[in-house]
């Protein structure tokens, strides 16, 4: 568990362990690279012996004003999803993880989505009498409009859609149709304690969440960058964004950011131990995540 002021962060894990070949997702990576960055890349962020990179799914619980905020919800179980055998058909005590920290569902007040991508909705919903309906029954659900209109489009497209691997219509729509949905557009402040900061690229509507209590400081940024890698490296994109050029020109503004304000940066997917600081460099950034 994390302390930052008063409030409380604990991370809940769905999955934490290696997926993509490192040089199929940063093709830019060479010897050199491994030379410099051998030392902490195993076995926490990358598996040497099947040269795989190391991601968590997770979310972070949020105890912050009174108010108990999921933000992020992973994959979700029993979700096909074509190409990422690491994350189908999952079977995870995920709900049972949640109430060990301390949150059953109804206890959950703020869903807060970074984006909409299928790894950070699917647990908004569960499959009920053949219906998706809320798993949190009696939270508001925060999302950017820009993301609900650009997967909107693509679920629509017959050629395109289903959007997210079918996550849209079945974690996304549903909290719209019940009515559970706080849309915002752009940045906007929730409460005393968090403010909305935009960060657009990897979708349309990415945001990152800025939490200040007593006056320490935390920033949970979904994947404004997935690895650590992109720390020192801001211009290798993770694939899949809808606007490479801006992830780029997001991911350095969250970094400066976290640089200059010394929040603790709470990641989408980085792995142990999850969670740490950014030092501003003579000529970029450096992470300060120690194991
Ligand atoms: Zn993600």
Not at 9 to 36: D, K, S, V, W
Not at 43 to 49: I, K, N
Not at 232 to 252: E, G, H, I, L, T
Not at 265 to 273: F, I, T
């Amino acid at each position: 568990m994390f302390k930052v002021g008063d409030a409380t962060i604990t991370r809940i894990e769905e999955t934490y362990g290696a997926c993509y070949p490192l040089l199929q997702i940063f093709p830019e990576f060479n010897g050199a690279h491994m030379a410099e960055h051998r030392g902490w890349l195993a076995p926490h962020h990358y598996d040497a012996a099947s040269g795989l990179i190391k991601l968590s799914v997770h979310s972070w619980l949020l105890k912050a004003g009174g108010k108990t905020i999921l933000i992020d919800s992973c994959c979700g179980n029993n979700k096909i999803k074509p190409g990422r055998p690491w994350w189908n058909l999952l079977n995870v005590n995920y709900l049972e993880r949640l109430a060990a920290a301390g949150a059953r569902p109804e206890d959950i007040d703020l869903v807060m989505c970074t984006h909409l991508h299928h790894d950070h909705v699917g647990w908004n919903t569960q499959q009920k009498d053949g219906k998706w309906v809320p798993t949190f029954p009696n939270a508001r659900y925060v999302f950017n409009k820009p993301d609900i209109d650009y997967f909107s489009k693509i679920d629509a497209d017959p050629k395109e859609g289903p959007a997210e691997l079918g996550t849209f219509r079945e974690c996304v729509v549903p909290i719209l149709e019940y009515g559970k949905a706080d849309v915002i557009e752009g940045a906007h402040r929730i409460n005393d304690f968090i403010e909305i900061d935009t960060a657009p690229g990897h979708s349309p509507g990415h945001v990152f969440f800025k939490l200040e209590c007593k006056g320490q400081r935390a920033a949970f940024i979904g994947d404004v960058w997935h690895h650590l890698l992109q720390v020192y490296y801001p211009d290798w994109n993770f694939p899949k964004n809808s606007d490479a050029a801006q992830a780029k020109v997001s991911r350095r503004k969250v970094l400066d950011y976290c640089a200059s304000s010394g929040a603790l940066v709470m990641p989408g997917h980085v792995g142990l131990p999850f969670a740490g600081r950014i030092e501003k460099t003579a000529d970029g950034y450096r992470p300060d995540f120690k194991a």
